[in-house]
């Protein structure tokens, strides 16, 4: 009735990745603190700005959207990168690194427009 499936071309597990050394996951965290440390601020900067509007008596509430809208944004182009598939078939802690040297760049760039601007 219905034909038969193909076997499989290996029927042996896949090999898993070797855990991740101290040293890599230092890497990734050292690498990762800049833009973190950025987005804090930025973070503040906007809530101070919207603290600031709100005592004015004008509504920060399309403000915060925009950043909030920025923010989702920005996470959604890194989940989309982290599981593309060339990056699938590195492991973990390269994906962070990777991730982290393109990523960068934006936050830091943004907060010294906005210490400089």
């Known amino acids: 009735m219905f034909p038969a499936l193909p076997a499989p071309a290996s029927a042996a597990p896949a090999p898993r990745p070797r855990p991740a050394t101290t040293g890599q996951v230092l890497l990734v965290a050292l690498i990762w603190c800049v ?69 960068w760049p934006f936050p830091v760039v943004t907060l010294a427009y906005a210490l400089n601007g």
Do not use: D, N, Q
């Open 35 to 103: 833009p973190l440390a950025a987005l804090f601020f930025l973070g503040f900067l906007v809530l101070m700005v919207s603290v600031w509007s709100a005592a004015s008596g004008e509504s920060p509430v399309s403000f915060l959207l925009g950043a909030a809208g920025v923010l989702a944004a920005g996470a959604a182009v890194l989940t989309g990168l982290y599981r593309s598939p060339p990056l699938r078939r590195m492991t973990p802690m390269g994906r962070l690194a990777l991730l982290g040297a393109m990523v």
